[in-house]
């Protein structure tokens, strides 16, 4: 039942009980004024009732005629001989009239249709109507984007969780020959940098991969997810790696169409041979520490970032590993960090920065190297997600 304000002028419905995920959400006002209302006492009620910003029009049997919208009510009062103009009018005289959706109308349904008005910027609105086409209520693009922007935060703070569980800040492993550190820190709540471990159960093999995702947000979470998820669940002891990344390489492809990409260097280690068998695709940020030297291992051929186009094969490149080499993996945004000058901390003081405190401690080294940048960007904001790979080979 409908109940009463500022003397009758001014009706008021009960907020319309709507399920999940309706429009019936969305509902900020339900005023209404009947069509032979008069101008100066509609507005004379709205005066006295700053929380109305807009209320229905409609006739005795609550079908709508139109909205009559506080501000723009006023703005035409206001101007020169407004009042007199308009004195004798009702409401009905002075409506705006505008779309009207059912109260049931699926909410993502509803944003589709009013899509541009959303992007226009200007506040327009809506009137809901239940099954016998009467009024139940009015929102606005103002309440459109709000429930969408809080359902917006609500995905990403669910995909940080899932993230974070996926990539932690820090990882350490020991092996029977090897000395894994890994580090990330990230600009924002989800980044495009991630990491992945994967060990044979039968030999002493790993997959290390270091992988940089185009963009942030929902999107680079997805394609972290599903990088997570193949690289865990593939049959490694029955195939190939190369057929791995062929596989993943094409899935992502095909699921975003080439409009995200992924640059990524996958290594397998072989412990017991002493052999890195490395596939660059598009990362070319991975070197080798050996009697204070770094070396950059590169392939003759590289692969195009993953998720450009379908591939067929994949490039790789083997290189012998010996006792006391260090191997570096690692993101552009650590030698694309700038100062307060603006300068790029660049390759070299990171290569003469990892020479220099090599200690053949993998998380020592990854200690110095982002304690150092730290110093480096004083108090310019950091740039892009940051993540090193460290692996010692005893």
Do not use: W
């Not at 009137?127 to 990403?156: A, H």
Request: proline share 2%; aromatic share 10%.
């Amino acid at each position: 039942m409908p109940t009463l304000t500022t003397e009758n002028i001014i009706n008021r419905l009960q907020k319309p009980i709507s399920t999940r995920f309706t429009a019936g959400m969305l509902v900020s006002s339900t005023y209404y004024a009947y069509a032979d209302t008069k101008i100066d006492a509609l507005s004379e009620a709205l005066a006295k009732n700053d929380d109305i910003f807009a209320c229905a029009v409609v006739d005795r049997a609550m079908k709508v005629y139109g909205v009559i919208v506080r501000k723009d009510l006023f703005d035409i009062l206001g101007r020169r001989f407004g009042r007199e103009l308009y004195y004798n009018k009702t409401a009905r005289d002075m409506i705006q009239r505008v779309k009207s959706f059912p109260l049931t109308i699926h909410v993502f349904e509803c944003a589709k249709i009013i899509q541009k008005d959303l992007f226009a910027g200007a506040q327009d609105y809506y009137v809901l109507l239940d099954d016998n086409d009467c009024y139940s209520g009015i929102f606005s693009t103002k309440d459109m984007l709000i429930f969408l922007s809080r359902l917006t935060r609500i995905d990403i703070e669910q995909a940080k969780r899932v993230v974070s569980r996926i990539i932690k800040k820090e990882h350490v492993m020991k092996t029977k020959r090897l000395h894994i550190a890994i580090r990330t820190e990230m600009v924002q709540d989800i980044g495009g940098d991630s990491y992945y471990i994967v060990s044979s159960k039968n030999k002493n093999q790993h997959i290390i991969a270091i992988c940089d995702v185009s963009g942030k947000g929902i999107a680079a979470s997805m394609i972290t997810t599903l990088i997570y998820g193949m690289i865990t669940s593939y049959d490694f002891e029955n195939n190939t790696i190369e057929n791995f990344l062929i596989q993943l390489n094409n899935f992502i492809f095909t699921t975003f169409e080439g409009e995200r990409f992924v640059t990524a260097c996958f290594m397998l280690i072989d412990e017991d041979e002493g052999m890195l068998n490395m596939f660059d695709f598009g990362h070319s940020l991975t070197y080798l520490l050996r009697n204070n030297n770094m070396f950059k291992l590169s392939l003759k051929e590289i692969n195009i970032p993953m998720g450009i186009q379908k591939l067929h094969t994949v490039n790789s490149g083997k290189t012998r590993i010996e006792p006391g080499d260090t191997i570096i993996t690692f993101t552009d945004g650590i030698i694309e960090q700038r100062n307060n000058e603006g300068k790029e901390y660049g390759i070299q003081k990171l290569q003469k920065l990892i020479i220099d405190n090599n200690s053949f401690d993998a998380m020592k080294t990854i200690d110095v190297v982002f304690s150092t940048i730290k110093v480096y960007k004083r108090t310019y904001p950091q740039q892009d997600d940051m993540t090193l790979i460290c692996i010692c080979f005893e």
